[in-house]
């Protein structure tokens, strides 16, 4: 049975994610404030950075940046993309 949560990052209701999907306070509030279509964006923006940074998701500085990053994504913090970046939908 899927659960609804009204979403911080969306303002809107939506199912809720199954489980908290990262460990801790900031897992459990992503648990409780976050919906899934939400959980999906953020997880393509993070594919974007650690391609585009190249980073190693085992690295712990790699980790905490993630981290950081994903509660200004989700919470409405700057989450700009890198400097540079090309979205491949949108090229001329």
Not at 28 to 52: C, D, F, G, V
Not at 62 to 68: D, P, Q, V
Request: charged share 25%; net charge negative.
């Amino acid at each position: 049975m899927s659960r609804t949560v009204h979403c911080s990052k969306l303002d809107i209701d939506a199912e809720g994610l199954d489980f908290a999907p990262w460990p801790g306070p900031l897992g459990q509030r992503i648990y409780t404030q976050i919906s899934k279509p939400a959980w999906q964006q953020w997880l393509s923006h993070q594919t974007m950075l650690i391609n585009e940074y190249r980073l190693n998701p085992l690295d712990p500085k790699a980790r905490k940046y993630l981290g950081e990053e994903m509660e200004k994504f989700l919470f409405g913090g700057d989450a700009a993309k890198p400097t540079g970046y090309v979205d491949p939908d949108n090229e001329p």
